[in-house]
């Protein structure tokens, strides 16, 4: 799916579209790439902040007063709009040295700023959010394959937190808003594996999970399950004890009631099996269909086998024999065993 502002994955472009020329990464480490060739950001702090920023506030106005007093808020009025402009000033020289043919334009009109985007760029926090918002309300179980494809494209953009090692107050807040984002997909993207019984897929997807929360414990549960459908009865045991010892290192609890019965269930051997995986296993094993000819014919017969004779003018119900209180032929009837009629 391609996000509102057309920032792509991978580099794939849509049919009959450019292909991005202009990548900007700011999942990790801020990063930009021109061509496939790394290129230098803004030299100064606080324009790398204006333009990450602006990014993450893309194809919108903003006030240049608000700006200023948001970045430098303990300076007087006066000087914070003079740094204010020296900063913009460097932004846009970066801007038009790596963006030539302006894949990000800066518009700085009266009293406002606003940073746009077009086709041939691509952002990786546009493309990851894009991909969220696309899956936003559809259950892990129910997402069909191509749009698993776009969450794991999405899984993989995520290289890291935004902007690491930035702790201003705006950045902390995105950070924790696509980190939420980045647990939700991982979620969903289990029970897309758990479902098709991809329990290794589902596996890694789960362990990236723990690497973003050492003490989750909604985590070991999903993942002691994945365990032992996948046939690794210890290895979900020993996941358990990962998740005490976590728990009590990090938080000084002992694992809650439900992975503690969950534990004993493995023990015991006897986790159930959820329905979406039985209709999976179901489906896979069921004989091919026959054809209506085949099947009507073989239940003529057995009708003829049990029931001696059918009515010349109606083969889909029998004639009741003189006493049909305990027949076994005035049960069995081809609408009852094949819902047919």
Same mark, same amino acid.
């Given at each position: ?13 849509? %049919? ?112 990851? %959010? ?212």
């Amino acid at each position: 799916m391609i996000p509102s502002q057309h920032v792509r994955t991978r580099g794939s472009s849509a %049919e009959g579209a450019p292909a991005c020329a202009l990548r900007i990464q700011l999942f990790g480490k801020l990063a930009v790439k021109r061509n496939g060739c790394a290129i230098e950001s803004p030299q100064s702090a606080k324009a790398k902040e204006l333009l990450c920023y602006l990014l993450l506030h893309r194809d919108q106005p903003h006030s240049r007063e608000v700006m200023s007093s948001l970045f430098w808020g303990d300076r007087t009025t006066l000087q914070s709009k003079k740094y204010f402009r020296q900063t913009l000033w460097q932004l846009q020289q970066a801007l038009h040295a790596w963006s030539a043919d302006g894949q990000v334009e800066l518009h700085a009109d009266g009293d406002s700023l606003r940073l746009n985007t077009n086709p041939n760029s691509c952002l990786d926090t546009a493309a990851f %959010e894009a991909a969220f918002n696309a899956a936003k309300g559809v259950a892990g179980e129910n997402v069909g394959d191509e749009q698993a494809r776009e969450l794991r494209d999405a899984v993989s953009l995520y290289r890291g937190d935004l902007l690491e090692g930035w702790y201003q107050d705006w950045c902390l807040f995105h950070r924790e808003r696509l980190q939420n984002m980045y647990l939700a997909i991982l979620e969903k993207l289990i029970s897309y594996c758990e479902v098709r019984q991809d329990f290794e897929s589902g596996q890694a997807f789960g362990e990236l999970l723990l690497r973003q929360d050492e003490a989750r414990e909604r985590s070991y549960y999903r993942l002691m399950h994945l365990r032992f459908l996948a046939g690794d009865r210890a290895g979900a045991l020993r996941l358990f004890q990962r998740c005490e010892a976590a728990l009590q290192r990090e938080l000084g609890v002992a694992p809650s009631k439900r992975t503690i019965e969950l534990r004993n269930r493995v023990r015991a051997d006897e986790i159930e099996v959820k329905s979406g995986i039985r209709r999976a296993q179901r489906a896979r094993h069921a004989s091919p269909p026959q054809k209506r000819g085949r099947r009507l014919g073989a239940c003529r017969q057995r009708e003829s086998d049990q029931a001696g004779h059918f009515r010349n003018d109606d083969l889909w119900q029998r004639e009741k024999p003189e006493n049909t209180a305990h027949s076994p032929a005035a049960r069995f009837t081809c609408r009852g065993r094949y819902g047919w009629g």
